[in-house]
T-cell receptor, first 117, second 111 residues
């Protein structure tokens, strides 16, 4: 149980175009989803926290107009990279949190490799 | 040996030896800590966790130690195997549940 999927697993796009990445919790409902970005040989950097049905909360330094996050249902969150540039090339990872009486549990997706040419 | 800087610190061990990976966390108010393993091109995989009211927790072949005085975590892997080769991250939870990741250490196991 507690599987998180991402689609696509990798994508190549041209500079100036937009690309959407989906994050789904397959067998549980996630009230909160998180988006991370990871550059090669570096750690995961939290970009934003999204709660179902409300606006995402972005970390300092992350452009909300460039990285559009939509969390329309308890099993789906999307990240859209708008007007992508080569410096946006990175590994994007989402995670979904189960909200339960016992504890918060957070599960990670397999990541999406974005290459902007 | 280890190296720090813009690149991930690396730890190289011989198969069968024990590995110790260290992590410094940033916030004294963090209440929960997790160690993750990340293989190339994949998402983080949960290894073991520990709450701030504990100082040691053991799993299968892994042990996590927490020293709140100096804000330090360590992950000990017993009888390290080639399949343990990966990047290891510690993460701390604070501010309403955000997980913040540490720098990471690349573990290389020589057969």
């Amino acid at each position: 149980g507690a599987v998180v999927s991402q689609h696509p697993s990798w994508v190549i796009c041209k500079s100036g175009t937009s690309v959407k990445i989906e994050c789904r919790s397959l067998d549980f409902q996630a009230t909160t989803m998180f988006w991370y970005r990871q550059f090669p040989k570096q750690s995961l950097m939290l970009m934003a926290t999204s709660n179902e049905g409300s606006k995402a909360t972005y970390e300092q330094g992350v452009e909300k107009d460039k990285f559009l996050i939509n969390h329309a249902s308890l099993t789906l969150s999307t990240l859209t990279v708008t007007s992508a540039h080569p410096e946006d090339s990175s590994f994007y990872i989402c995670s979904a949190r189960v909200s339960s009486l016992k504890a918060y549990e957070q599960y990670f997706g397999p990541g999406t490799r974005l290459t902007v040419t | 040996g280890e190296s720090v800087g813009l690149h991930l610190p690396t730890l190289s061990v011989q198969e069968g030896d024990n590995s110790i990976i260290n992590c410094a966390y940033s916030n004294s108010a963090s209440d929960y800590f997790i160690w993750y393993k990340q293989e190339s091109g994949k998402g983080p995989q949960f290894i073991i966790d520990i709450r701030s009211n504990m100082d040691k927790r053991q799993g299968q072949r892994v042990t996590v130690l927490l020293n709140k005085t100096v804000k330090h975590l360590s992950l000990q892997i017993a009888a390290t195997q080639p399949g343990d080769s990966a990047v290891y991250f510690c993460a701390e939870r604070y501010q309403g549940g955000k997980l913040i990741f540490g720098q990471g250490t690349e573990l290389s196991v020589k057969p």
